[in-house]
């Protein structure tokens, strides 16, 4: 086995450890492969582990990974079963060749960008599926809506032809300790059972992205459906 896959199956773990701690079942948290600043063969390897769903940072940096696995498959490779998840910054500039190459972006944190996604979607894919980057711990990185503007952003994006809305994603911060790193995850998940409550996307709000390598214990101890790791499985970028 590669250290890839050998180092998926130890995630798989992780997942399935943390999820027994926290008595939930098993496959009640979904593993985002964060293969960023990685070459496609490194993809292809994780593939051939039985990872599916895949998320990326930097737009063009994605696109041209998606595009090289596409022509891969073209040249007799294994069709591939891949989901593609945007989580990184998308500027107005960059949602059409988004909107038109990614199953998912995790940081919608404005309403102009999910609009632009809804208009450039294009008609013959699925609709795309989006997450409300929220800041939930008001991180020096700014990125994501602020948490009181959370539930009016998800209801505007809710409304959207074109897209659906399936949660919230959040980054916190990097703090140590299981205990503070729970706190942080928890208010994420209150928000995330507030906008439920209130009906807003239906049943098909479903999902809150939270966790990474340093902290996916905690996160779904506080109830993360899926977890974006990145050096657990690929090493250190
Ligand atoms: C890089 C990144 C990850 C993965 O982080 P690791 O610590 O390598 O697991 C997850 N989410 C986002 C938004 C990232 O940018």
Redo the contacts with the bound molecule.
């Keep these: 086995m590669t250290s890839i896959r050998n180092n998926l199956q130890q995630v798989r773990d992780r997942i399935a450890t943390a999820c027994a701690q926290a008595g939930r079942p098993a496959d009640s948290v979904q593993l985002l492969a ?1 293969s ?1 600043t990685m070459p496609l063969a490194n993809v292809l390897d994780a593939m051939a582990g039985g990872q599916v769903a895949f ?1 990326e ?1 930097y737009v063009q940096e994605g696109v041209q990974k998606i595009e090289a696995l596409r022509a891969w498959e073209a040249e007799g490779g294994r069709p591939a079963q891949v989901v593609w998840h945007l ?2 910054p998308l500027q107005s500039n960059k949602t059409r060749v988004v909107a038109a190459h990614f199953d998912w972006v995790h940081s919608v944190d404005r309403l102009k960008i999910a609009e632009r996604l809804a208009e450039q979607r294009p008609a013959e894919l699925a609709p795309l599926q989006v997450c409300i980057q929220v800041n939930i711990d008001g991180g020096a990185s700014k990125s994501g809506v602020a948490p009181e503007e959370a539930l009016a952003l998800a209801r505007a994006v809710a409304a959207l032809p074109r897209l659906v809305l399936r949660g919230l994603m959040t ?1 916190p911060e990097p703090v140590a300790g299981f205990a503070a790193q729970r706190a942080v995850h928890a208010r994420a998940r209150a928000l995330f059972e507030q906008v439920r409550t209130a009906g807003i996307g239906g049943p098909a709000f479903d999902t809150l992205s939270m966790g ?3 902290d996916l214990e905690a996160a779904i101890d506080a109830g993360s459906t899926l977890v ?5 499985i690929f090493g250190a970028r």
């Design positions: 964060v960023k998320g940072n989580i990184g980054i990474m390598t340093a974006r790791v990145g050096t657990a």
